[in-house]
């Protein structure tokens, strides 16, 4: 519940105006800032008490009993507290030379706590899903707008680990985000396992070697074992070829554990989608580089994505597996293209303007976004059903950054939509009364940190 006042004291809500418990009248004019280390909980905050200005420190507490328990009491670090803000007013405190430390009890109504324990349950659904329409149109569309550029950012961000766990090798690391992106969720972290697990440098000296690339790719994604399949040729000899390039550069494959195809057509097992990475690099694609030249065009990406597998591809979904005439496509579908645009093309843009300084990459990126359509989901398809449409991929993404990092963590209060609707419900009472007995206040969750 600490947590829940520190939001409120920093965003004002619990008034600017307010009188102490000894009748003294304190202005907030400035609440300070919120210290994450030890210490005071907010530093530097300015308030008039009775006309005079005071700077110094604020220090948050469920019960102002707390003070003891807590050792600030005998901790000079608190010494410069010039207000000490309590749900529960059950002592009196001070410093260690005797002055008492001005103290306000803030007193809030039961339909916060119930409003605030609705949205912070640790449930799946949107809790604040019943408020979502009467939240005004300019918060939504402000706050889906950051969430659109957190969402690409933190991609990017991830580019940007990616060449330092290369060591600068920025051709590596837009490897590791295209085989990630090609894993398209379900098997994106085996992806980029495998690619931070084979160096491009091997493959380039295959690379006038289509059937070496693509041992050198199921060998390290642990799919080949000489014992199996013996009667398909072509898996053995891909299985000969990988034997012969492991000893060679000491390679070790991944846990072939680690895919999945649970739910997956065989249109979309991992196989495919590494046949088409297999082709990729046997075509002479230099990832970053094509990225650059694509320049954000819908089209030159639309074509960059346009590889197709191996003849033996076009037939197995699988090793051994072979499939009727025409029940696989060849290449990748249009919404599997859009979705690499997304996951690929846009980041790589942001990680490149951050990279360069050049800032109109980072526009290019977000331009992409809003010109591709949105992803079609069952939570995309939730979110409208609450009166949130997405019109572009811009928006789908936004709402899904909203799910995944703010509603399913219970970050309510970091919302701008649970701030909004916590607001609304805040009538706060700064004043000395007794106080309601704590075991009944509703119970709430803590928000993840």
Not at 127 to 138: G, T
Not at 148 to 159: D, F, G, H, P, T
Not at 373 to 384: G, M, Q, T
Request: glycine content about 6%; overall charge neutral.
């Amino acid at each position: 519940m600490e947590l829940l006042y520190h939001y409120l004291w920093h965003h004002r809500m619990l008034g600017t105006v307010m009188t102490d418990l000894q009748g003294h009248r304190i202005e907030i004019l400035a609440p300070g800032r919120h210290n994450d280390d030890a210490g005071p909980d907010f530093t530097n905050a300015r308030l008039r008490i009775d006309g005079k200005v005071w700077s110094g420190n604020i220090e948050i507490h469920v019960k102002a009993s707390d003070w003891m328990r807590h050792r600030h009491d005998s901790d000079p670090a608190y010494d410069n507290v010039i207000l000490h803000v309590v749900a529960f007013d059950d002592t009196r405190i001070r410093r260690q030379n005797g002055e008492e430390i001005p103290q306000i009890t803030a007193i809030l109504p039961e339909k916060f706590f119930m409003t605030y324990a609705e949205l912070a349950r640790d449930l799946k659904e949107v809790r604040c899903a019943p408020y979502i329409p009467s939240i005004p149109n300019l918060i939504r569309e402000d706050w889906l707008e950051t969430l659109a550029v957190e969402r690409i950012q933190a991609k990017a961000s991830r580019l940007l680990d990616y060449n330092s766990l290369t060591g600068g090798d920025w051709e590596q690391a837009v490897f590791i985000l295209f085989a990630r992106g090609l894993g398209f969720g379900l098997n994106g972290i085996p992806f980029e396992i495998l690619a931070k697990n084979l160096p491009l440098r091997i493959i380039y000296h295959h690379s006038d070697s289509q059937l070496q690339i693509e041992a050198l790719i199921f060998g390290q994604a642990g799919m080949l074992n000489g014992s199996d399949h013996i009667f398909d040729t072509y898996y053995q000899s891909l299985c000969a070829e990988y034997g012969f390039l492991a000893r060679k550069y000491g390679l070790r494959p991944i846990n072939a554990s680690l895919w999945k195809y649970a739910r997956t057509r065989p249109q979309n097992f991992p196989h495919r989608r590494l046949a088409l990475l297999a082709r990729a690099l046997y075509e002479g694609v230099r990832f970053s580089s094509s990225l650059e030249k694509a320049d954000g065009d819908y089209d030159k990406l639309f074509r960059l994505f346009a590889w197709e597998p191996s003849d033996y591809w076009k037939s197995h979904a699988d090793f051994g597996s072979e499939q009727g005439e025409g029940s696989l496509t060849s290449t990748l579908s249009r919404g599997s293209r859009n979705l690499m645009m997304i996951n690929v093309a846009a980041p790589f843009y942001m990680a490149h303007a951050r990279i360069t300084g050049n800032y109109d990459r980072g526009e290019l990126a977000l331009g992409l976004l809003r010109g591709l359509p949105a992803e079609k989901n069952s939570l995309i398809k939730a979110w409208e059903s609450m009166g949130i449409k997405a019109d572009d991929a811009s928006r789908s993404q936004a709402l899904l950054h909203l799910k995944d990092q703010y509603c399913d963590k219970g970050r309510c209060l970091e919302c701008r939509f649970g701030h909004h609707i916590l607001r609304r419900e805040v009538k706060p009472q700064i004043c000395h009364r007794p106080q309601p007995d704590l075991n009944s206040m509703p119970l709430v969750r803590e928000p993840a940190t």
